[in-house]
């Protein structure tokens, strides 16, 4: 197994004394795919923005290649090497799609003109190119979804944090996005952690998941083990009679 | 609406960069053929063109609303006629210095709000209540002449540049610069790294910090660069009118002018609060005019017309009149199928 | 007896500012429920204000009497300016609701400025100058009327969000919108109806505030920021928050007033706004959001 890129250890929030997040550990293996699986409510959400800073945990540390990053800023988070995507996504709707990858390509480029040559590769490679002048809030939402995956891209990561962007597609919308992640993941070896409730998706893509539920870890695994763990089972049926 | 974005604030068509040149030149040329009263309601209009792109670099491009732009009118009014006065510094290098003391301003008003997170209505109000502590303040400075005013010395039939005294020409001449200029700084500006990135928080902040943008620093620069430019339009106020009295330069009345011309025009865009000052200052001279003529005691009408302008505005044009007429008569580029409306 | 005199001092700002407090409801009632900035909130005040002028000027009516009347002409007005034009903007961006109100405020200041002229008006009434004496104080009658007045309208409209059905169903509307619609509440005409009351309430506070205070169009931004200020430092769409907060900047006020240079006491209140601002932004009353 190759180096661990992410280490999480022993990550907790609470809000208002409610526990969203307790005790969670777990690695992301450089050039791997993990993928980060619950019910609602599970905390999943809560850990990325722990990673991405959003807010300090209230305890435990996130360290990306030996770097700590726990509590800095998410512009800090972004320049240590994190991009992500938002579960709701937050296009910047008045500005051109184009633009909007650019303002994420100048994260690490002074240049406006370099940055704009960036993100038309972008924009090319996840088949959005002939969107590229149109505002941003114009666009359906798979191509917002797409969107936001090259804006996180522009910002040059080497871990990437997928929340939830294959929700609301249609099944030959996920089975393109699917490719363009993988096809990211083996030809540059991006480092992803998804966040999915698309299990076919979370089959097809990753290399380990990590359950959790009611904000700890219940699992952590192969996809095929998780998928045959009495507890997972248990916590997802347990979830659905709720 | 692709009209806020980037490129098309700029994106002008042949014909719509053949208009601009002509109004550009016919301003070059206004007062060979204009009479003096043309002048000074040209000069008025481009005055309130000046401060509304300035104001413009806050609330269009950064999205932060200052309702107490006044405050940095006549910080820098106050701060080179002070200058001139008491220590007989000229306004073009007190200009600088009341630039300096603006941005101080500016940023002492900032760091407070964003490190409080004061944010929206709340920021707005803070910016309020600075301008009214101001204008309370000054009302007691006696060494700035306090609630009686404060006054340059107007000598008739001085030509003197360098001091910026002289003929109305002459300041017509330097704000027309002045617009110009302002005009430039902002299109460079906004062309920039800082620009995208303003635009990006302007339009949501949590995403523009998740693609690396410094909140802080993009909010901050934003401030600073607004109330710099604000403050020489309160410099080129002093030695224009040659008065400054507190209740009048401080009013909340006047931060509600100087937000008009950019509303009215289009907020965020480069053209928008030049042509929004060239719509409602005429109409404002217009009206006083008329009443004038026909011998009516109505004060109050003039601002009664800005607060109609206003409501129609938001309501019917909330964009802005620029992006409209600029889409009617083909002057910017069409952006691809992504025009909305 | 300088004790005395300092209680006199804070009665008259303790009453003064239940009016304050009254005036200030309105603009909370509106902001907690339709979550709009009232901007021209004191410009409805001091239209309330003129409202009792002249009902006073025709009519002889006392401002006490004056106060329903005007509240129901205001409260139309009110209910009028949100199904005409708030409404379509409660889903937009908040700086353009500011600007809006901002030119309704406006409109309404340079209109009661063309139609009574800069000039103060002032209303009359028989006990005009009488004092009552309530142990070791002296109070002005018209203070203490106007204050009782605004304590049992404000008793009122507790009650009324506390005990009625509507009352309650513009609660829910304000805890939660999308949940009042889910459960069948007509949304746009609650929001009226509330904005509607905050007008009222206003309008009856101005109606009030002539037994102390001269009618004049220039009052109108002033008491706009002065309602912003209290509802800030009692909490925004704290109810009452607003009245704590009107008791406080009046005390405040007035101590100021006479400790310092008069024309310094608004600057005292700004600073009180700054502080609560940056320290508190929720208000003294109010939930952190």
Known sequence: MSDALLTVDNLSKRFRGLKAVSNVTFTVPEGRILALIGPNGAGKTTSFNLIAGVFPPDEGTVTLKGQRLTGLKPNRVCAAGIGRTFQIVKPFGHLTVEENVVVGALARERSVETARRQARALLERLELADQAQRPARSLTLPDRKRLEVARALATRPTLLLLDEVLAGLRPTEVDRMVEVLRDLNRREGLTILMIEHVMRAVMALSDRVVVLDHGEKIADGSPADIVADPRVIESYLGAEEA | MTILGLRNTWGVTGRGAALLALSGLALLLAPLVADRYLVSVLTTVLWFAYVGQAWNVMMGFSGLLSLGHALYVGLGAYASAALFIHFGIGPWAGALLAMLVAVAAGCGIGFLGFRFGVKGVHFALLTIAFAEVARVGFDHLQWLGGSGGFFLPVEAGVSDPLNLRGSPTLFYYVILALVLAALAISRLLLHSRLGYQWLAVREDAEAAEAVGVDLFHARMTAVAASSALTALGGVFQAFYFNNLFPEQVFSMGRSIEIILPAIVGGIGTLIGPILGAFILTPLGEGLTFLLEVSGLELPGLKQLFYGVALVVIVVFRPDGVWPWLASRLGLVRASGEGDER | ?289
């Open chain 3, 1 to 289: 007896m300088p004790i005395d005199y300092y209680l006199n001092i804070a009665a008259s700002g303790l009453l003064t500012g239940l009016l304050y407090g009254l005036a200030a409801l309105g603009l909370s009632v509106i902001f907690g429920v339709v979550r709009v900035v009232n901007f021209a909130h004191g410009e409805m005040m001091v239209a309330g204000m003129y409202g009792a002028v002249l009902l006073a000027g025709y009519a002889g009516l006392d401002p006490l009497l004056s106060a329903p009347i005007v509240a129901a002409v205001l409260f139309v007005c009110g209910w009028l300016l949100q199904r005409g034009v708030v409404n379509r903007f409660v889903e937009r961006p908040e700086h353009m609701q500011f600007i809006l109100l901002l030119g309704v405020a406006t409109i309404l200041v340079n209109a009661m400025l063309m139609l009574f002229g800069p000039d103060s008006r002032n209303v009359a009434v028989p006990y005009g100058f009488d004092t009552l004496e309530l142990g070791p104080l002296l109070l002005d009658e018209v203070r203490v009327r106007a204050g009782a007045a605004a304590i049992v309208i404000a008793a009122g409209l507790f009650a009324f969000f506390r005990f009625t059905r509507t009352g309650k169903a513009i609660r829910a509307c304000a805890d939660s919108p999308l949940g009042a619609r889910v459960v069948g509440l007509n949304i746009d005409g609650l929001y009226a109806l509330t904005f509607g009351i905050g007008a009222a309430v206003v309008g009856a506070a101005g109606a009030l505030m002539t037994l102390l205070v001269d009618a004049r169009p220039q009052l109108a931004p002033e008491y706009t920021l002065l309602s912003f200020i209290i509802v800030i430092v009692g909490g925004l769409g704290s109810l009452p928050g607003a009245l704590l907060g009107g008791v406080l900047i009046g005390l405040s006020e007035t101590l100021a007033g006479f400790l310092l240079t008069p024309s310094l006491k608004s600057l005292f209140s700004y600073a009180v706004l700054i502080l609560v601002l940056l320290l508190r932004p929720q208000g003294l009353l109010g939930k952190r959001s």
